[in-house]
């Protein structure tokens, strides 16, 4: 019988299989009766000879092949009547493995797509970063980026590179779509786009002959750009835009789907974590640039296929063995992947979020099965009735691996409802620092590991208990249910030990948050160098060709006089780059009077522009000398922080002293003050070496106003704005921005990241006061007859509760010893984390041991004081 008519007749199978064996006995019986016997005789021979009707239904059954679908159907149907009879635990399993399970799809969605998906470029595992490396063994740590010439060079010579592309930061401010705006933008070279593999939506892409002076003004706007300011208008290309004061005509509108990295996802020193909006030509010639210094651009290489990282950075150097003979440089450079970069600040969080909410899952599988292994006690004269009637041990195996599967999979379903509603609030309250948000979705890779993870679910919930089911003995199972019997030792230890699991885990959870959490109060409370209460910050940039150096002087010189007016303000300034918002103006450390120093003993500092009163407004205390004021703003002199006195000159005055100045032509910078460190790119790094000069012998086409004030914040902020909007109606006015907010900014990620490993721990600690609390109560409701005959024979309330406490603390301590010495192994695995405290902390872990056995005493408390207050009569005549 083929398979498509097993399928028609599935519904009637049992009827056929009833007519053949009726009309094979009726043949039977004819053919006897012709050979001589009684009719009577004739059928009770016929079926003697067939043999037992019922065994051979069930073989011929087994041969159609639907016994074991019809099989698993009726355990299905009997493992949801099960669920149906038990609502409480069928509700709490199901609840907390939907959550479990919701919780480790969400971040296995974010790991999958922030850093296992592939870059949306074409063939991007072989795109990479050109990187510039200092010596090994100099005080010059990190990489750099590259100068124009080096590009060059390996744009017109290098054949281990199928592309060699150039890109820079920017801002534009755009004008004439609304409310004038600044724009994030990318310089880059013609050949960027073909470099990723990408094209434009609309339009056109650059051409080589973008590069050449004069063509400037063409720009390719963003799919985002083109929808928010210019509502999707097709009509957009060769249109002409107000950009920076001059016009630009538009060539072309990218996909929606390009994903451009952003910040120090390009690597150190690119520019603003900010996703770039529109690109125009990088209008430089290169091949006439020079071949040291101006480390101020990323170049993006394509490598040819099957060409090998060494033999490409071997090249890569190679080309530029001339100057670096010519000018004894000792830098090197190196090829980063341009994925590991993007990833690289989130990629060992992320896999600890991924394992922290995976070892809550195992929690809750855990805590599942043991109240399977509870439910499962309880059934053990039914099991004992199965085998007395022919079940096999396989089969009773097999119903509690159904019953399993159906919990799971009820849970599995909630599971990734609930998991797609919290991949949309995970994305939304995500900090912008966590890179590819945008990519991040449920695609089949998800779908996939949903599915693992249910599979794992069921095996981790029902395999102990089935097999404690399968395996007990017939006689022993119908003894199970008597009223004179109580739990014996074996059978408990097994709950035991797996509370003692929950109990290890959760530990290591909480020791582990516990120190995130540490670490992050030292982030926050760490010495910054700066205060934060009372300051308010307004970024400007001049951007139009109108502000040429002398405009950009007095304008700035009169905005300060115009903010020190503003009522409320006490001091007003200005910086060329707040604390925290990263490095500026790097270049080397040196005095023009010394020596110069050995490769290994350079060091770097970080260049800032500052007005008179900047100190004072953001409460940088002066350690020696004096602050730069307006008798300075034509003179070479300089106010430098702590360490890089102490670097120059240690334990001497550096006062009157020089530092070299940025620039070739820069003078030397006379020393008239030194003041306190101050922590530039984050609370978690050490403070750079600072040099301030004075605003007015650089003046940068970008500056960060502070005012210092004790009025209110939001009506000082908006007379701020408005001042400069009233001084300028073409200048972009981003929304004034308090301290607070800046160094909220700097933490957002490392906030996040703790926040969440934090709840996955307290979820675990939950999960397992559950487990606690049930285990207890079941022990209590098996030891009624017990306590009842205890209680009988004078045992007093107060030796029953200690008797349960110590039954179930028993698990508790073990599990908490055990935790405690695994999580010494796994906080050395996120040392890297850490901020401030040891992996080791003893307060921490006594804390987190304090703690566990707070709630792990309540949770056993609550049945033993009910065991404690039992009346002996009805304990006598429980069953």
Same mark, same amino acid.
């Given at each position: ?35 001589? %016997? ?140 609304? %409310? ?262 449920? *695609? ?148 023009? *009077? ?34 730069? *004021?307006?008798?300075?703003? *034509? ?243 429980? %069953?």
């Amino acid at each position: 019988m083929n398979l498509w008519r097993r399928f028609r007749r599935a519904h009637r199978p049992d009827e056929e299989l009833n007519e053949e064996i009726r009309s094979h006995l009726a043949m039977a019986v004819q053919d006897r009766v012709e050979r001589g %016997e009684t009719r009577a005789q004739a059928e009770q021979n016929a079926r003697k000879e067939l043999g037992n009707e019922l065994l051979i239904k069930e073989v011929t059954r087994d041969m159609w092949g639907w016994t074991a679908v019809e099989r698993l159907g009726k355990d299905l149907q009997y493992a949801l009547r099960q669920m149906r009879r038990s609502p409480g635990f069928s509700i709490v399993a199901v609840l907390t493995l939907a959550l479990g399970l919701s919780a480790t799809t969400v971040m296995f969605s974010i790991v999958n797509g922030v850093l296992l998906e592939p870059l949306k470029f074409r063939d991007p595992g072989r795109l990479y970063l050109a990187r510039t490396v200092a010596p090994a063994g100099s005080n010059v740590t990190g990489d750099f980026p590259v100068n124009a010439r080096q590009y060059y060079e390996w744009r017109t010579h290098c054949r281990s590179c199928d592309a060699v592309s150039l890109i820079q930061f920017q801002d534009l401010t755009l004008v004439g779509a609304g %409310e004038p705006v600044k724009l994030p933008a990318l310089a880059v070279s013609s050949n960027f786009f073909k470099t990723l593999g990408v094209g434009p939506f609309l339009g056109r892409d650059f051409l080589p002959e973008d590069d050449a002076p004069g063509h400037g003004d063409r720009v390719i706007l963003t799919y985002q750009l083109w929808q928010s300011h210019f509502a999707g208008d097709p009509g957009i290309i060769g249109r002409t835009l107000q950009l920076n004061g001059e016009s630009h005509t538009v060539m072309g509108v990218m996909r929606a789907d390009l994903y451009l990295p952003k910040g120090d996802e390009w690597g150190a020193f690119f520019g603003p974590a900010s996703s770039p909006m529109i690109f125009r030509p990088h209008l430089i010639d290169a091949s006439t640039a020079r071949p040291v210094g101006n480390l101020n651009y990323t170049s993006v290489i394509r490598l040819k296929s099957g060409v090998s990282v060494p033999r490409a950075t071997a090249e890569l150097n190679a080309l530029l063995a001339d100057f670096v003979r010519e000018f004894n440089l000792q830098t090197k450079i190196t090829l980063t992947p341009l994925q590991w970069q993007v990833t690289r600040t989130s990629r060992f969080a992320l896999w600890l979020l991924l394992g922290t909410v995976g070892a809550v899952l195992l929690i809750v599988c855990v805590n599942v099965g043991n109240l399977m292994l509870v439910r499962t006690a309880g059934r053990y004269r039914e099991a004992g009735v199965r085998m007395a009637l022919g079940a096999s041990r396989g089969q009773l195996f097999g119903l509690v691996l159904k019953e399993a599967l159906a919990l799971v999979c009820a849970g599995g379903l909630a599971g990734l409802a609930l998991a797609y509603a919290g991949l949309r609030v995970f994305v939304a309250s995500a900090p912008v620092g966590l890179p590819r948000l945008d990519e991040v979705e449920m *695609d089949w890779r998800v779908m996939v590991f949903a599915g693992l993870a249910i599979a794992f679910s069921t095996i981790a919930c029902s395999l102990f208990p089935a097999w404690r089911l399968a395996r007990i003995g017939v006689q022993d199972s119908l003894k199970a249910g008597a009223a004179t019997t109580t739990e014996t030792g074996g059978k408990l230890q097994v709950r035991e030990i797996m509370v003692s699991l929950e109990v290890a885990l959760s530990t290591v959870l909480l020791i582990a948050g516990g120190l995130l959490m540490v670490s992050f109060f030292r982030v926050l409370h760490v010495q910054k160098g700066f205060e934060v209460a009372h300051i308010i910050t307004q970024d400007v940039s001049y951007l139009s060709p109108k502000y040429a150096r002398a405009v950009r002087r007095r304008f700035v010189e009169e905005s300060v006089a115009k903010l020190a007016q503003i009522p409320g303000v006490q001091v007003a300034a200005a910086i060329n780059q707040l604390p925290l918002r990263g490095d500026d103006w790097v270049s080397e450390l040196e005095d023009p *009077d010394q020596p110069a120093r050995s490769v290994e003993n350079e060091a770097l500092a970080n260049f800032r522009f500052v007005t008179p009163g900047y100190w004072q407004a953001m409460g940088i205390p002066l350690k020696m000398g004096r602050f730069l *004021d307006q008798s300075d703003k *034509d003179r070479p002199r300089a106010v430098i922080s702590e360490r890089a006195a102490q670097y120059l000159w240690p334990n001497q005055n550096p006062l009157g002293k020089h530092v070299r100045g940025t620039g070739p032509q820069s003078p030397p910078l006379e020393v008239v003050g030194v003041v306190g460190e101050v922590r530039a790119s984050s609370l978690e790094q050490n403070p750079p070496m600072i040099v301030y000069e004075h605003y007015w012998r650089m003046q940068p086409i970008g500056m960060s106003f502070v005012v210092r004030t004790q009025a209110n914040a939001a009506s000082v902020g908006g007379a701020i704005r408005s001042m400069f909007a009233s001084a300028d109606p073409e200048m972009a006015i981003a929304q004034p921005t308090t301290m607070e907010q800046i160094v909220e900014e700097s933490v957002a990620t490392r906030k996040f990241q703790t926040y969440l490993a934090v709840a996955f721990a307290i979820s675990a600690l939950l999960v397992a006061s559950l487990g606690i609390y049930g285990l207890i109560s079941f022990t209590v409701a098996r030891r009624t007859p017990e306590i009842g005959i205890r209680m009988a024979l004078g045992a007093h309330g107060r030796q029953l509760l200690g008797m349960v406490l110590l039954q179930g603390m028993r698990p508790v301590l073990a599990g908490l010893a055990v935790g405690v010495a695994s999580a010494l192994f796994v906080s050395r695995l996120i040392a890297s984390q850490l901020f401030g405290v040891s992996p080791w902390d003893p307060l921490t872990i006594c804390g987190v041991a304090a703690l566990l056995l707070i709630v792990a005493t309540s949770a056993c408390l609550i049945p033993a004081r009910r065991a404690s207050r039992t009346d002996p009569l009805v304990a006598l005549r429980f %069953e």
